[in-house]
């Protein structure tokens, strides 16, 4: 099992822009494909950005121009940064660990972070 932890999180205006971080547990955490899922009020969590082990990365279509997902392996981190952020950005986020296809809805176990707010302020 891999331990999660986001952080950076936090209040931020229209516009802005906040890096989250992901650090994980243990070698395997390296090698499995990470995924960044958020959930806003009264909504179902949505898968955002997902990155493998190797770095191949992809984000979804809602935030596609805006957020980057990359990842440091030496320091079992992987990132989230956020640009251009809008009211519809504001939501808890999660990160989760797992084989690709189990973070894309498939089967497999996943590990999952505590999340971090992000509050985006008009």
């Known amino acids: 099992q891999v331990q999660l932890a986001e952080s950076g999180g936090g209040l931020v205006q229209v516009g802005g822009s906040l890096e989250l971080s992901c650090t994980g547990s243990?070698?395997?955490?390296?090698?499995?494909?990470v995924g960044w899922f958020r959930q806003a009020p009264g909504k179902q969590r949505e898968l955002v950005a997902a990155?493998?082990?190797?770095?191949?990365?992809n984000v979804a279509e809602t935030v596609k121009g805006r957020f980057t997902v990359s990842r440091d392996n030496a320091k079992n981190t992987v990132y989230l940064q956020m640009n251009s952020l809008t009211l519809e950005d504001t939501g808890v986020y999660y990160c989760?660990?797992?084989?690709?296809?189990?973070?894309?809805?498939?089967?497999?176990?996943?590990?999952w972070g505590q999340g971090t707010q992000v509050t985006v302020s008009a």
């Open positions: 989760a660990s797992g084989q690709l296809r189990a973070i894309h809805g498939g089967t497999g176990s996943i590990s």
């Open positions: 243990g070698s395997i955490f390296s090698i499995r494909a």
């Open positions: 990155i493998t082990g190797s770095g191949n990365s």
